[in-house]
């Protein structure tokens, strides 16, 4: 745990909810291997990054990540990454052949090895020398995956690790290098797990059940919505296209914060009720802006900057991007659901 910091009052409320049945250590690791995908690969580097003072994460542009997620030790520690979504895998022959797949790819970048005919061959890309500082090589190579419950990835994984070992010119791998595969307990235990941590990570997974979440929820009346976007397109019949984009756009966001209520109704009551009180100052705000101009639908830029404002003290450290998402969607549901009119160019209000 932090010490000598205030932790903000949502974070003590969602520490009170964990369930007791699991120890943190425990908990962090069924978290963090039910993410997968960038969010697998955002947590695990949130967690390095919290524990190794000089891990680099690395960004995937301009021209590739050269197989690499992160490095630390000054350049000689390097770090792969893989989160496979495991429902999609029928068995878990499939979803081991997958790991080994992936790995051994992400392997011979770092050795910077292709296939030219189905041969192995050394093909230096220049990508690596722009990574690692120069000079450095590494001379260990963990492999972090969401699923690690099979022996039978490590042969093949390690006997690759050998033959590339041997065939690559070793401009960014040293000869002696090691390599291991480290699942989520692995990682889990290696290092004290704290509140802090566990909650960052299972609001990973929070964001990816809200997005599912959305694609079901209904909107019980969106009449007014859909009256005032008509408005938009009679006002700019040279924007049909930008104007459909942005009614779908706000319709998206507008499940997605319906299903964000539903989740902090269902189990977390005092979130819940500040979302509430914060909604509130959200339609005050906001209709103050729209009654001060002629033309309220061009201030939705404006109302959902003040929608996120209010939201991110709040819910920005819990919920990171998604307080975004919820701000923009607040507004759609004020422009459907809000007293305040639009005229259409006919001069008639449209509530």
């Known amino acids: 745990m932090l010490t000598g910091a205030r932790i903000p009052m949502t974070l003590c409320i969602t520490i009170a909810t964990f369930p007791t049945m699991f120890s943190i250590t425990d908990e962090y690791a069924k978290t963090l ?14 967690r390095l990054q919290s524990v190794i003072l000089d891990f680099q994460t690395i960004p995937a542009k301009p021209h590739g990540d050269a197989g690499l997620d ?91 690790f050998a033959e590339y070992q041997e065939m690559s010119e070793g401009n960014f791998v040293d000869a002696e290098a090691s390599v291991k595969i480290v699942g989520p307990k692995e990682l889990a235990n290696r290092w004290t797990v704290d509140e802090i941590a566990l909650i960052r990570a299972k609001q990973k997974g929070f964001l990816k059940e809200i997005q599912d979440a959305a694609a079901s929820v209904s909107i019980a009346n969106p009449k007014d919505f859909d009256s005032k976007m008509s408005i938009l397109r009679q006002l700019r019949p040279d924007q049909l296209a930008g104007i459909d984009r942005l009614a779908e756009e706000l319709m998206l966001k507008w499940r997605t914060a319906l299903a964000f209520e539903n989740s902090l109704n269902e189990s977390m009551p005092t979130l819940h009720r500040l979302l509430e009180a914060t909604r509130s100052r959200i339609v005050t705000r906001v209709s103050e802006l729209m009654l001060a101009s002629s033309q309220p639908w061009t201030q939705l830029s404006a109302a959902e900057a003040i929608a996120h404002s209010l939201l991110e003290p709040d819910f920005g450290q819990l919920y990171g991007s998604l307080v975004s998402d919820v701000a923009a969607g607040e507004i759609a549901r004020l422009i459907g659901e809000c007293p305040i009119g639009w005229v259409n160019p006919g001069g008639a209000n449209v509530n």
């Open 33 to 46: 291997g039910s993410l997968t995908g960038n969010a697998f690969q955002a947590e695990v580097c949130a």
């Open 70 to 160: 992160g490095f630390s030790h000054l350049g000689r520690h390097g770090y792969c990454c893989f989160g496979p979504e495991l429902s999609t895998y029928r068995s878990n022959r499939s979803l081991e052949n997958a790991i080994i797949v992936k790995f051994r790819s992400d392997l011979r970048k770092l050795f910077e090895l292709e296939f030219k005919k189905k041969k192995l061959v050394p093909m230096p890309t220049g990508e690596m020398s722009t990574i690692l500082p120069s000079g450095k090589k590494l001379i260990h190579i963990e492999l972090i995956v969401n699923w690690f419950e099979s022996h039978r990835v490590i042969g093949p994984i390690h006997t690759a």
